[in-house]
């Protein structure tokens, strides 16, 4: 059995809080989605549940690639969390989503905004350090967000 208090995963985007926050929102919006008995809806809380989990996928991906691809895809993910907002909006307009769901969606989604934007500033700030300096101090700042 593993241990709880692992520090590192062998898949660094497992150490980040965005990520976890990021598929948090995507089991929530699920569970509020399969609530809703509506076929007429079916295709766009399709794209709904889309836009969430590519909040958390291009995280994923982008930990995989060097600092400059790693921001992009924080910002593709910052994109999905747009298509998000709209998405929720809509179907809250529609009486899909209550208020206190598209409030704690639009809540979260804030959130997740400020934890990517502040990475990708600590990438960006990484990217200008000297570089001599060790990696491993970079990864241990990510770990943060």
Known sequence: MESAEKSTTFFRFEDLRIY???????????????KIDNHDSDHLLQKLNSSARDIALN?????????SQFIYYLKMAKSSI?????YT??????NLLNDEEEEY????????????????SSL????????????DEDHNEERKY
């Open 105 to 120: 969606s639009r809540t979260q989604l804030m959130e997740m905004t400020k934890m990517i934007g502040a990475l990708i």
């Open 59 to 67: 995280i994923a991906e982008g930990s995989a690639r060097n600092k």
């Open 89 to 94: 909006t809509v179907t809250h307009g529609l």
């Open 124 to 135: 960006q700030r990484g990217s200008k350090r000297d570089s001599h300096e060790d990696d």
């Open 82 to 86: 747009r298509e998000c907002l709209v």
């Open 20 to 34: 976890h926050k990021a598929v948090d929102y995507v089991g929530w919006m699920y569970q509020v989605t399969n």
